[in-house]
C-alpha cells in the first residue's frame, strides 16, 4: 500500500471510497461536491490517500481554516488494515507542524469512528448539530501521544 497527498484528480476515488461506507453515510450523496472536495484540498487545507494497486481505498483532509477534519475514511473492504490509523497520523503531523490550535472533529454516536477517535486520544466536549459527538484533540495532547514514542 502506497500512502501519499491527495490530489484534484483522485477525487473521483475519493468520492468513491466516501460513498461506500457502512457508517456515517451522506443522507444525500450529492451534498459534498467534487468542487467541495476540491476546495479542502486546495485551498483550505490538505489531504492524504492511501492506495492499493490503483485505487484509492482511503483518505483524510484536513481543514486548516477551520482547525477541523473534514474527512477521514476508509473503504469497507480495506478496513481494520491499519489505514485508518495511517491517514490519521499524517494528518495530525501535517496540521500541528502548521498550527498550535486545537483541532476538531465530529462523527456520529456509536460508530467504530466514535471509538477510534477515543482510543486516539481525542476528548468528547459536546454535541455538534445536535445529533453528533464532537471531540477536540489539542497541540500538548497530540504531542504527548504521538511525539514521545
Not at 18 to 26: F, K, T
Not at 115 to 129: E, I, N, P
Request: glycine share 8%; proline share 3%.
Amino acid at each position: 500500500m502506497i500512502f501519499r497527498e491527495a490530489f484534484p484528480g483522485d477525487i473521483s476515488q475519493i468520492q468513491r471510497v466516501r460513498n461506500s461506507v457502512n457508517e456515517n453515510v451522506l443522507s444525500d450523496p450529492a451534498i459534498v461536491t467534487n468542487a467541495d472536495c476540491e476546495r479542502y484540498l486546495v485551498e483550505r487545507g490538505k489531504g492524504w490517500v492511501c492506495e492499493a494497486g490503483n485505487w484509492i481505498v482511503g483518505f483524510s483532509i484536513v481543514d486548516l481554516l477551520d482547525r477541523n477534519v473534514w474527512a477521514l475514511f476508509v473503504d469497507p473492504h480495506f478496513e481494520k488494515m491499519g489505514i485508518g490509523r495511517r491517514l490519521h497520523e499524517d494528518m495530525l503531523a501535517w496540521y500541528f507542524s502548521r498550527a498550535d490550535a486545537t483541532l476538531w472533529l465530529s462523527t456520529a454516536p456509536g460508530t467504530r469512528a466514535e471509538g477510534f477517535y477515543r482510543a486516539a486520544g481525542w476528548k468528547y466536549v459536546g454535541l455538534y448539530r445536535k445529533t453528533e459527538l464532537k471531540f477536540e484533540l489539542t497541540a500538548d495532547e497530540w504531542r504527548r501521544r504521538y511525539l514521545s514514542n
